[in-house]
């Protein structure tokens, strides 16, 4: 890639909690690919950052939060930081545990503006190789069903939403549809957001020529009750805030099994 053409192109933005082994390795990854690429670091953890490798051709701007202010105020504070400081065109949201060995992002642009899609990401892929989702549905009670190959190794065209663990979305597209919602903190932010846009004619969909390794989980795993919570309390503001009356009459049943489900979860993760 043409480092010098391309920074005006995009800003990676990372916010981390407690991943410091996996932070230090995407940087490391990302100074490989763009050698001079600007980051915004969003440290949702209340020890600052510290000894970030100071050899590093990076353009790096690192907002400590001192507390864990959850994903989607992390992102829009990054993205804040990043058109202030930076005026990118695009906005690439990183997880702190992903991984790549190749330029992903610029067949991600190039396939953005041959579509017209205003976000897209890579293939995310586990670190066996196997494919993780190409997006995802959302089902009408309430679940998420993520979308993958299928039998005859084809990609399904339509998906409802992207996850955010490797994200390439126009800036200016991010602030018209006004960010992720904060009241999610962390789990299904990527999901609003993507109804929100599709429910205003936004086209989007994966990129699926390049991939990055995504390990999961590396930081949610030591929160299960939380998360549990979250998604618990997040699945009912989804749905207050994009299921009509009509959609939750048709589907009340399913709608209360699914939350059921949730709770049940939550009770499982205190024990």
């Given at each position: 890639m043409n480092t010098k053409s391309s920074r005006t192109k995009f800003a990676f933005i990372i916010p981390t909690l407690s991943n410091r082994d996996g932070l230090v390795a995407v940087l490391g990854d990302i100074q490989?690919?763009?050698s001079n690429a600007h980051v915004i670091i969003?440290?949702?953890?209340?020890?600052?950052?510290?000894?970030?490798?100071?050899?590093?051709?990076?353009?790096?701007?690192?907002?400590?939060?001192n507390r864990n202010t959850g994903f989607a105020k992390a992102c829009n504070d990054g993205a804040k930081a990043a058109r202030e400081h930076?005026?990118?065109?695009?906005?690439?949201?990183?997880?702190?545990?992903?991984?790549?060995?190749s330029d992903w992002v610029e067949e991600c642009l190039k396939?953005?503006?041959?579509?017209?899609?205003?976000?897209?990401?890579?293939?995310?892929?586990k670190p066996d190789g196997s494919?993780?989702?190409?997006?995802?549905?959302?089902?009408?009670?309430?679940?998420?069903?993520?979308?993958?190959?299928?039998?005859?190794?084809?990609?399904?065209?339509?998906?409802?939403?992207l996850t955010a663990a490797a994200l390439v979305i126009k800036t200016d597209d991010?602030?018209?549809?006004?960010g992720f919602d904060e009241r999610f903190f962390a789990y299904l932010e990527d999901v609003d957001l993507f109804m929100t846009a599709k429910e205003k004619g936004k086209k989007f969909g994966t990129t699926t020529n390049v991939f990055v390794v995504h390990h999961g989980q590396v930081t949610s795993s030591s929160m299960k009750t939380r998360k549990a919570?979250?998604?618990?309390?997040?699945?009912?503001?989804?749905?207050?805030?994009h299921w009509t009356r009509e959609m939750l009459a048709n589907h009340f049943g399913s709608i209360v099994a699914e939350r059921l489900r949730n709770i049940s979860g939550l009770i499982k993760s205190l024990i």
């Open positions: 490989r690919e763009y969003v440290n949702n953890d209340t020890t600052p950052i510290i000894n970030i490798d100071a050899s590093s051709s990076l353009q790096i701007i690192t907002l400590d939060q930076f005026g990118p065109e695009h906005l690439i949201f990183l997880n702190d545990d992903i991984r790549f060995t396939t953005m503006e041959h579509k017209k899609w205003f976000a897209t990401t890579p293939l995310l892929k494919l993780e989702n190409i997006g995802y549905k959302v089902l009408p009670q309430g679940k998420i069903k993520l979308a993958l190959h299928d039998s005859r190794s084809t990609i399904h065209e339509s998906v409802d939403g991010f602030f018209s549809l006004k919570w979250l998604d618990t309390k997040n699945w009912y503001l989804l749905l207050s805030k």
